[in-house]
Structure formats: C-alpha cells, structure tokens
C-alpha cells in the first residue's frame, strides 16, 4: 500500500475550479485500485498550533501498489481537465508514506 497525503493550497476566487477538477480527480482514484481515505477543509477553530500557512483542503488517499499511483496520474482522462488544477492551486505539499 502507498499513501499519499496532500496539503492543497486554492488560489482564493478560484474555489469553484477547483472543485470542477475534483470532480473528474475523485473518481479516476477508484480506476487505480486506491480510495480517497478522507478529504477535510479544516477551518480556524481546528487548529491547535501551526507553523505553515494552513491548507484549503487536506487529502489522504492510499493507493494497491506504487505502479497504481503512477498509472494514476497518467490517466489521459484527467489529464484534460489538468487546466483546471492549474488555474485553481496556488501549490501543494505532497507526503508519500508507508502503513507500519
């Protein structure tokens, strides 16, 4: 299993593109033997302490196997629709990580 957990930062006015392109993302994860585990978009009262700029929205989704992913993020499919992730994330901090 691979897991990956991402900090997505949304250009602010760009909410609805990024929602259109999650939209087409979500379900391509299912095509790939992975699952989005959870999706949060924490709010200020959530935070306890923070050192980095706080996150639109926090993703971890796991993945079979490392060949999974990659094919994933091949997909022609999504790949027309990377526009909208373009116009819409400002940036995004990838973890890659291991169940122990």
Known sequence: MVFITQFIYVI???EEVFQQ???IAIPTILRYNGQLLFR???D???YIESNIEKPYEIHL???ASEEDFENFKKDEERKKFLHLKEQSIKSVLSIKGTKL
């Open 12 to 14: 602010e006015g760009q």
């Open 44 to 46: 200020e009262k959530n």
């Open 40 to 42: 949060v978009r924490p």
């Open 61 to 63: 989704v796991e993945f």
């Open 21 to 23: 392109f999650e939209n």
